[in-house]
């Protein structure tokens, strides 16, 4: 089992940044991957950024050049570096564990960027 725990979320005006926070109850070393995901109001839910065991990282096309993330296994954590948010980044975003027997969520955070 891996609890997660998301923070970071916030209200912020387009152009402004966020630094989410996604802190895992146990040693991420050995996870497949981390990931972010975001689900706005009357849409799906979708990939926005992953990071494998080996440090591979895909973005979805919209985020490319603006968000980054990372992962630190030494504090057992994972961020997502959003820079330049416009709009259409509203969602509530939600960390993600894949191991290989079971993906873990956490309980999502609130990201509301107002024009």
């Known amino acids: 089992q891996v609890q997660l725990v998301e923070s970071g979320g916030g209200l912020v005006q387009a152009g402004e940044s966020l630094r989410l926070s996604c802190a895992a109850s146990?040693?991420?070393?050995?996870?497949?991957?981390m990931a972010w995901y975001r689900q706005a109001p009357g849409k799906e839910r979708e990939l926005v950024a992953v990071i494998s065991s080996g440090g591979r990282i895909n973005y979805l096309d919209s985020v490319k050049g603006r968000f980054t993330i990372s992962r630190d296994n030494a504090k057992n954590t994972v961020y997502l570096q959003m820079n330049s948010l416009k709009p259409e980044d509203t969602a509530v975003y939600y960390c993600k564990a894949v191991t290989t027997t079971n993906n873990y969520w956490g309980q999502g955070t609130q990201v509301t960027v107002s024009s």
């Open positions: 146990r040693s991420i070393v050995y996870t497949n991957a």
